[in-house]
């Protein structure tokens, strides 16, 4: 079966750098949520996406920005990366309100 | 505003052993509950969920959860474990107050098997 599609699976970046993290969801699936797990951290959530439009807000800089597109994959634009930024990113997918989510394998980031 | 507690972050037990795996939640509305598994360098991986119904809930590789409204807990177990179960556990919870919604995950319980 099909599963949440996360791309690249790692990424290095200097301090001050941009990044794009990209999430493609599992087909027919609308939500798309975000989560960012730090060194020895539980996962946070950072932000979700249901239908194209933002649907919840968590803890996310405002130096990062996230939309999701006209066939349902989203992207994490990340910039002025620090180096607390380094984290594993998760990318999750539901079918809808309530429904399981469905986590990529994650994007690891890591800023030098 | 909810959170999760998971009262153990390391367990060390014996292999075949059995293990459980504390999670407590609080949250002024009704919730969903979850248990994810992460193993080394890997992504997040459902073990079971509670919705609704049965408040005894069984999931993948032999593990099951009771849903405890009145100690508003939902503690993770599995009568004998084997060394492949050494992993983190996170229990997290999701409110379907309105909206799509997020998972609040809890702190991680480190699940050491040991021969």
């Known amino acids: 079966a099909a599963g949440v599609i996360q791309s690249p699976r790692h990424l290095i970046k200097e301090k001050r750098e941009t990044a794009t993290l990209k999430c493609y969801p599992i087909p027919r699936h609308d939500t798309v949520y975000w989560y960012q797990q730090g060194p020895g951290q539980d996962p946070q959530f950072l932000i979700s996406f249901y239908e194209k439009m933002q649907s919840d807000k968590g803890s996310i800089p405002d130096r990062f920005s996230a939309q999701q597109f006209s066939d349902y994959h989203s992207e994490l634009n990340m910039s002025s990366l620090e180096l607390g930024d380094s984290a594993l990113y998760f990318c999750a997918s539901s079918a809808g309100q309530g429904d399981e989510q469905y986590f990529g394998p994650g994007t690891r980031l890591t800023v030098t | 505003a909810q959170s999760v507690t998971q009262l153990d972050s390391q367990v060390p037990v014996f292999e075949e052993a059995p293990v459980e795996l504390r999670c407590n939640y609080s949250s002024s509305v009704s919730v969903y509950l979850f248990w994810y598994v992460q193993y080394p360098n890997q992504g997040l991986q459902l073990l079971l969920k509670?919705?609704?119904?049965?408040?005894l809930v069984k999931g993948i590789n032999g593990f099951e959860a009771e849903f405890n409204k009145s100690q508003t807990s939902f503690h993770l177990r599995k009568p004998s474990v084997h060394i492949s179960d050494t992993a983190e556990y996170f229990c997290a919870v999701s409110d379907f107050s309105g909206g799509y919604n997020k998972l609040i995950f809890g702190a991680g319980t480190r699940l050491a098997v040991h021969p």
């Open positions: 509670y919705l609704s119904g049965s408040t």
